[in-house]
């Protein structure tokens, strides 16, 4: 594997050459098996978000936009009905997983551009300009993700332990990752730094994706259960934190996977740097804090049932919050595709309007 090769990390979904079929690498199976999905329409897609075969604010997007652009193939020459088809499939889409804001910022790009078209403009035209679309989006996102490496690396120390939360990695996104292109650059650089990847209830991307990601690109990844973070950090075995995020509120508060204020707090306990790396995409202007920001509850089998076995009894309750919401006050650093930000400078890009 080449350096670059290292840097990209596994491309999760691919577009097949004539343009019909989307790829897609079936997160729910690794890291045992290596599955690819095969889609051509919006159902299998839709329900492929919804069951996390896809998951990752970017990459969410990214197949969504695709995945629309491939399964308007199939929807005739009428450009009326086509139209009308996809709309009704931009309306499935967003109602897939509502934390990601990332997901509504690509279907708004498809809704704009086809309403941009002429309105003469014939199925061949609509189909070709939808596509063109997601390729946009996936290849900003790559570009992004590239950047934010490279912003991000120098933040991390030269030597030590380095702790993220859930699955930022390419299999996140369109390739690289955020929180973890920023380790891949840093590692890439020469930086010896271990990586502690928190398991993250209950769905376990850290222990899952995290750890098959690093450890097939050889960097040195340990996997340690969600409630040990505390420990090593008292110890002195972590020497900053790093992690991703699905919305970022006008005012900087960061929506992420459960579990992230969490670690958020134990950082601010132990005077340990805590960034948050992510896109533009990911921030949205109209929320002006991140109570505002919706967060999805799961099905409450993820929290009963662990490794296909009930691990409750039977007529318990459970909660099973998706995402937490970590305030601006907790994080050292924003890293973007723009640089690197504070909170008080990233509220001003913010409201400067250089929001996307
Ligand atoms: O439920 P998931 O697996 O989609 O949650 C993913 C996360 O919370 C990631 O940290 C976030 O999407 C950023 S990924 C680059």
Not at 48 to 56: H, P, S
Not at 207 to 232: K, S, Y
Not at 265 to 276: D, E, K, Q, T
Request: hydrophobic share 50%; charged share 20%.
């Amino acid at each position: 594997m080449s350096p670059d090769d290292r840097l990209l990390g596994v491309r999760p979904f691919r577009v097949a050459d004539d343009g019909r079929t989307l790829h897609l690498l079936d997160q729910r199976a690794l890291p045992t098996e290596e599955r690819w999905l095969e889609l051509r329409e919006i159902e299998p897609l839709a329900q492929a978000i919804e069951t996390l075969a896809v998951r990752g604010a970017p990459a969410i997007a990214c197949v969504a936009a695709l995945g629309l652009a491939i399964a308007a193939r199939g929807w005739g020459d009428d450009p009326i009905a086509l139209r009308r088809q996809v709309s009704a499939a931009l309306d499935r889409l967003a109602h897939t997983r509502p934390t990601a804001v990332n997901l509504f910022v690509a279907l708004r790009e498809l809704a704009d551009a086809l309403a941009s078209l002429p309105a003469d403009a014939d199925a061949g035209q609509i189909r070709a300009r939808l596509r063109e679309v997601a390729d946009q989006h996936v290849a900003r996102e790559l570009a992004s993700c590239l950047a934010m490496a490279e912003h991000g690396a120098p933040l991390l120390p030269d030597a030590g332990g380095v702790l993220t939360h859930c699955n930022t990695g390419a299999l996140a996104t369109a390739g690289v990752g955020t929180a973890l292109g920023v380790i891949r650059r840093a590692h890439a650089l020469g930086k010896r730094i271990r990586v502690f990847a928190d398991e993250t209830r209950p769905v376990l991307q850290g222990a899952r994706l995290t750890a098959w990601e690093l450890h097939r690109d050889g960097i040195p990844v340990e996997v340690i259960a969600d409630n040990m973070a505390g420990f090593l950090m008292a110890r002195g075995e972590v020497q900053a934190a790093i992690v991703g995020a699905d919305r970022i509120a006008a005012n900087g508060d960061v929506a992420n996977k459960i579990g992230t204020y969490t670690v958020a707090v134990l950082c601010h306990h132990h005077r340990i740097p805590f960034y948050v790396a992510a896109p533009w995409t990911t921030i949205d202007p109209a929320i002006a804090a991140g109570a505002a920001i919706p967060i999805e509850e799961r099905d409450h089998l993820e929290i009963h049932v662990h490794g296909g076995r009930r691990m409750t009894p039977l007529g318990v309750g459970a909660r099973n919050p998706a995402f937490d919401v970590t305030p601006a006050a907790l994080i050292t650093g924003y890293v973007t595709e723009r640089g690197v930000f504070d909170a008080e400078g990233l509220r001003r890009a913010i409201a400067g309007g250089a929001a996307r």
